[in-house]
């Protein structure tokens, strides 16, 4: 988001009785951080960044795939240990790694923020690394040297997305090569009770806060922030009824949605034109606190 600023945004208040599963209804879904529903600032201006280039990268089952056979470069890394906040020729070289492997750490300018700190947690989670903030020698060795997410389905179509709700993590595969890898936050499991406006009236919606494991496909989206009852989510791509992927101003390392899957904002923004509708969208396994 860079120096982006964002504000908070007034408490919805309720009464009535509505059951919702996930993020509820078709239209609704959900956006907000673990303290406060967030708006931006000025809500319909989208968010400038560098257009993203990924070089595919060849899936595998999961076992691991060496930098030489995926066709990428030789990569020797720096070995300095990084950490947000640092700067400097290494950081620079961390991103575009990062970005060659096919996650989204933000411009290549040489500072650790959020966005490469995100997308280093989805690395280290691909790579068994339990994710941390800091960038230090097994980091740096599994990017010499790093494994393939772990194909979910692997009779899948070439066009398709994989939750992992075990890793937290989404893949994003394009003519069979995965094109996209980012870290999520899914439903949280803890069930909610949520009171809003909903058709003019004053509303009371309940629901189970879980991500469904299944197989669905994308529907409908809206570009910018949309507006729900459970608050708002930034360029949500639909795939299960309310249950979308967007991107959210909090994206923590432990599931924490009403049951959409919440990606950083950065990814959001340019996932809408990577992926198209009704592309099949494959939801798997269970997050363990």
């Known amino acids: 988001m860079g120096a982006r600023r964002w504000t908070a945004a007034a408490t919805l208040v309720a ?5 919702v599963a996930g993020c509820g209804m078709a239209g609704a879904g959900e956006a907000r951080t673990d303290a406060t529903r967030l708006r931006p600032a ?9 257009p993203t280039r990924v070089t595919p990268v060849a899936a595998t089952t999961g076992a691991g795939v060496s930098a030489a056979s995926a066709g990428f470069a030789p990569f020797t890394a720096p070995g300095r240990t990084l950490k947000p906040g640092s700067k ?10 990062l970005k060659e492997l096919g996650y ?3 411009p290549l300018d040489g500072k650790y923020g959020g966005t490469t700190q995100m997308a280093v947690w989805a690395f280290q989670k691909v790579q068994g690394i339990a994710p941390t903030s800091t960038v230090a020698s097994r980091t740096w060795r599994a990017l010499e040297n790093p494994k393939a997410p772990k194909v979910l389905v692997p009779r899948g ?8 709700l ?16 980012s870290h999520v936050s899914s ?11 909903w058709n003019g009236k004053r509303t009371k919606f309940t629901g189970s806060a879980r991500t469904p494991t299944g197989d669905y496909k994308t529907t409908w989206r809206r570009s910018g922030w949309h507006r729900s009852y459970l608050g708002q989510l930034y360029n949500p791509i639909f795939f299960n009824g309310g249950i979308a992927l967007h991107g959210a101003l909090s994206v923590p390392l432990y599931p924490a949605s009403h049951g959409c899957v919440r990606l950083p904002m950065n990814v959001a923004e340019i996932l809408p034109g990577m992926l198209g509708t009704g592309v099949p969208v494959h939801v798997r396994g269970k997050f363990v606190r």
Do not use: H
Request: proline share 6%; aromatic share 4%; no cysteine.
């Open 15 to 19: 009464v009535g009785a509505v059951t």
């Open 42 to 50: 000025a809500a319909t201006a989208p968010i400038r960044m560098e």
């Open 88 to 97: 400097g020729t290494e950081v620079k070289a961390l991103q575009a790694r």
């Open 104 to 106: 989204v750490p933000g």
């Open 157 to 164: 179509k070439p066009d398709r997305v994989e939750v992992n």
């Open 166 to 181: 075990t890793q937290q993590i989404m893949v994003l595969y394009s003519g069979g090569e995965v094109k996209l890898i």
């Open 187 to 197: 439903g949280s499991g803890i069930p909610y009770t949520e009171y809003a406006m």
